[in-house]
């Protein structure tokens, strides 16, 4: 059994900084490839941040520059630092994890709110 715990959301105000992490504990092989979504009210789930099993990264056009994704292999972890949030990074964000054989797993998800 697999599972990923998220943390790090939070309440700050805009021009502000949070970190969130996504941790995977469980019987699994490997990782491959672990994003980060985030979901407003009526708007579908929107592909924040992905890092592939070789640390090669991509991001919306929307936060790039300000979050940075990274993986740590050893912890089974992966972070994404946002810098200089904006209130429309407000959302509900989700880690989706990909493991070899086993397929994709969804994180519970954690709030950022960002106040104006």
């Known amino acids: 059994q697999v599972q990923l715990v998220e943390s790090g959301g939070g309440l700050v105000q805009a021009g502000g900084s949070l970190r969130l992490s996504c941790a995977a504990s469980?019987?699994?092989?490997?990782?491959?490839?672990v994003a980060w979504y985030r979901q407003t009210p009526g708007k579908q789930r929107e592909l924040v941040a992905v890092v592939t099993e070789s640390s090669r990264t991509n991001y919306v056009d929307s936060v790039k520059g300000r979050f940075t994704i990274s993986r740590d292999n050893a912890k089974n972890t992966v972070n994404l630092q946002m810098n200089n949030l904006k209130p429309e990074d407000t959302g509900v964000y989700y880690c989706k994890t990909n493991f070899v054989v086993l397929g994709d797993y969804w994180g519970q998800g954690t709030q950022v709110t960002v106040s104006s």
């Open positions: 469980g019987r699994f092989f490997r990782i491959n490839d």
